[in-house]
């Protein structure tokens, strides 16, 4: 870390997932001083965290974040070639594009490790995969590491293609839920509570559960069994929600698909 306040950390792209990350990590005591972001429009939460914004780079900043969309990559990325070969570790949160490509784009010689987190690290809750090149030491992925873990839990990857379901479940997951509070509210709403208390009570059920099943000594099965009171209310709901055609499960494995779909074109 002190390798990282001293030498800087260059953030490419502080759209949605690089300003969460960059939240979590000026909140975490990263200081703004050490940081120097690329972005075509700052925000205004960007203009007000003191970092330094579309000014020169660092001569040889510890790390550079990329969190541009995928789509940019050709256009973004070639500013910062002359950091490539070097020391200066690419971290890549970006979907899709692989390491041989960033290699292409920056030299054989840069050391590259793609990341996918979620947007929970905003509130120090996310969860990153990470996967390097040969050219990462040791000591870089845990510098990496350390940073990701500022702002959230990290796992280490064993091979880059472990990425892609990754993404789909853990880099796109959050959407999953938020739209499982949009429909848990409106179902509510249908069934004659007020729009506000729907969304209360779904979104208070979600945020409950999920960090009871993250506490809990008990599995998530268990946990549901729990709810279920046999020939009860929740047992008629599962019914629907456990069909084996049109359930959750089979639904679940179809947008999984999807995303995996996109995000191979997407490379
Ligand atoms: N959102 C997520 O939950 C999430 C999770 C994991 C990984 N990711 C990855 O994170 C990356 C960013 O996604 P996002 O959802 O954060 O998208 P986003 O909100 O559109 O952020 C991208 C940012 O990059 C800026 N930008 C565009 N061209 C640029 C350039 N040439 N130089 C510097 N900055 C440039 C954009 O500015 P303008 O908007 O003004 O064009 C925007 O602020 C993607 O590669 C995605 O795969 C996202």
Avoid at 138 to 143: E, Q, S, T
Avoid at 243 to 250: H, I
Wanted: overall charge negative; charged content about 15%.
């Amino acid at each position: 870390m002190d390798d990282l306040k001293t030498r800087g950390l260059v953030l490419l792209g502080c759209g949605k997932m690089g300003s969460a990350m960059l939240k979590g990590w000026l909140a975490g005591g990263l200081p703004p001083s050490s940081v120097t972001v690329l972005d075509p429009h700052p925000s205004e939460w960007l203009q007000s965290t003191g970092v330094a914004l579309n000014t020169d780079l660092p001569a040889n900043p510890a790390i550079v974040l990329v969190a541009v969309k995928p789509q940019m990559m050709g256009d973004a990325l070639p500013t910062l070639q002359k950091l490539g070969n070097g020391d200066t570790v690419f971290l890549t949160v970006a979907a899709g594009i692989s390491i041989a490509t960033y290699e292409t784009m920056l030299g054989a010689d840069t050391p590259i490790i793609r990341a996918m987190p979620n947007t929970p690290a905003a509130i120090g809750r996310g969860i990153t995969g990470i996967v390097g090149n040969v050219k990462v030491s040791g000591a870089a992925l845990d510098m990496a590491e350390g940073l990701l873990k500022a702002v959230g839990q990290v796992v280490r990857l064993d091979t880059e293609a472990q990425i892609r379901p990754l993404t789909a479940i853990s880099g796109c997951g959050p959407a999953y839920v938020f739209h499982l509070i949009e429909a848990m509210a409106l179902a509510g709403e249908k069934a004659g509570l007020s729009a506000d208390m729907a969304m209360q009570l779904a979104k208070a059920t979600v945020g409950g559960a999920g960090q009871l099943a993250e506490d809990s000594d008990e599995g998530p099965a268990q946990l549901r069994i729990n709810v279920t009171s046999p020939g009860g209310v929740t047992a008629e709901a599962l019914r629907v929600l456990m069909d084996e055609t049109d359930g959750f499960v089979p639904l679940m494995e179809r947008a999984v698909a999807a995303a995996i779909t996109r995000d191979e074109e997407l490379a």
